[in-house]
């Protein structure tokens, strides 16, 4: 089994800025580094989207278009955590976003929910106006 549990969340005015972290516990310690990671989001009455992922060497991320200039996933293998700083935030990025530990080693998949086999329970962020 892997566990995923993520921090950061909180309410913030818009414009202002949160870091996510999703720190990865169980099966994949040792293998962390060969799985790409992903982040959700799931607006009230919404179904989940994708928001961004990041490969498993790090070197590729990935973002939903709404979100590019504005996010900035990144990844520490040696702590087995990865990062979603998000900046310039406006009421409409208010959702409980998720991480996602990817399906398969080395996977080529990035943003569908298939690609990714463990969720973590979500962190809340509320943007005020």
Excluded at 4 to 30: I, N, P, Y
Excluded at 42 to 64: C, M, N
Aim: charged share 15%.
């Amino acid at each position: 089994q892997v566990q995923l549990v993520e921090s950061g969340g909180g309410l913030v005015q818009a414009g202002g800025s949160l870091r996510l972290s999703c720190a990865a516990s169980g099966r994949t310690f040792s293998t962390f580094s060969k799985y790409n990671m992903g982040w959700f989001r799931q607006a009230p009455g919404k179904e989940r989207e994708f928001v961004a992922s990041i490969s498993w060497s790090g070197g590729t991320t990935y973002y939903v278009d709404s979100v590019k200039g504005r996010f900035t996933n990144s990844r520490d293998n040696a702590k087995n955590t990865v990062y979603l700083q998000k900046n310039s935030l406006k009421p409409r990025h208010t959702a409980v976003y998720s991480c996602a530990h990817g399906a398969i080693v080395y996977g080529l998949g990035y943003d569908r929910g298939s690609d990714f086999a463990s969720w973590g329970q979500g962190t809340q962020v509320t943007v005020s106006s």
